[in-house]
T-cell receptor
Framework: KQEVTQIPAALSVPEGENLVLNCSFTDSAIYNLQWFRQDPGKGLTSLLLIQSSQREQTSGRLNASLDKSSGRSTLYIAASQPGDSATYLCAVLPGYALNFGKGTSLLVTP | DAGVIQSPRHEVTEMGQEVTLRCKPISGHNSLFWYRQTMMRGLELLIYFNNNVPIDDSGMPEDRFSAKMPNASFSTLKIQPSEPRDSAVYFC??????????????FGPGTRLTVL
């Protein structure tokens, strides 16, 4: 069974810092990987989707990379803002349904 | 598009009662998923429909859970009878699947279920 691990579980940084969230998965046979944002008590917002043939995707201040062979992905957030505070979830698609990590809870302090 | 729509957003019920959660996927999407999120286990797939047909229901906890998709624009997840351990956030997601392509899944806002 595909296991997805996210490190760290929680992170607190001052506003303006660049930061990296890590995701690892045990089976490299995936179709794609998605990064989501979840605000407290809210649903999931898709941030970036990386297909298995791609190495990275960028959207604004966000950049996600994928290294299938090593089973790793990183989400880079540039110039963090208090509004970035949320839980970030990584999910891989080994078949038709997503396998999720437990998430990294991010707090950006003013 | 309004996105994936779920109702109710919050449900509080007593043990033993029947609970029905509803989902309207994004128009044109042909795959629908029900996931459950708990603190202990995170997000887990309950059931997957493709073209209104249940493909994989291996994640459904037990016979108390059932799901239907009578048409392309509506799905229900029913729990009968409900138990306190069913308390969780239930998400519906949809996607357009064409051939071998695997597109982005879009999630609804979730239904927070509390069983007393």
């Amino acid at each position: 069974k595909q296991e997805v691990t996210q490190i760290p579980a929680a992170l607190s940084v001052p506003e303006g810092e660049n930061l990296v969230l890590n995701c690892s998965f045990t089976d490299s046979a995936i179709y794609n990987l998605q990064w989501f944002r979840q605000d407290p008590g809210k649903g999931l917002t898709s941030l970036l989707l990386i297909q298995s043939s791609q190495r990275e995707q960028t959207s604004g201040r966000l950049n996600a990379s994928l290294d299938k062979s090593s089973g790793r992905s990183t989400l880079y957030i540039a110039a963090s803002q208090p509004g970035d505070s949320a839980t970030y979830l990584c999910a891989v698609l080994p078949g038709y349904a997503l396998n999720f990590g437990k998430g990294t809870s991010l707090l950006v302090t003013p | 598009d309004a996105g994936v729509i779920q109702s109710p957003r919050h449900e509080v019920t007593e043990m033993g009662q029947e609970v029905t959660l509803r989902c309207k996927p994004i128009s044109g999407h042909n795959s629908l998923f029900w996931y459950r999120q708990t603190m202990m286990r995170g997000l887990e797939l309950l059931i997957y429909f493709n073209n209104n047909v249940p493909i994989d229901d291996s994640g459904m906890p037990e016979d108390r859970f059932s799901a239907k998709m009578p048409n392309a624009s509506f799905s229900t997840l029913k729990i009968q009878p409900s138990e306190p351990r069913d308390s969780a956030v239930y998400f519906c997601a949809s996607r357009f699947k064409q051939g071998g392509s695997y597109n982005e899944q879009f999630f609804g806002p979730g239904t927070r279920l509390t069983v007393l």
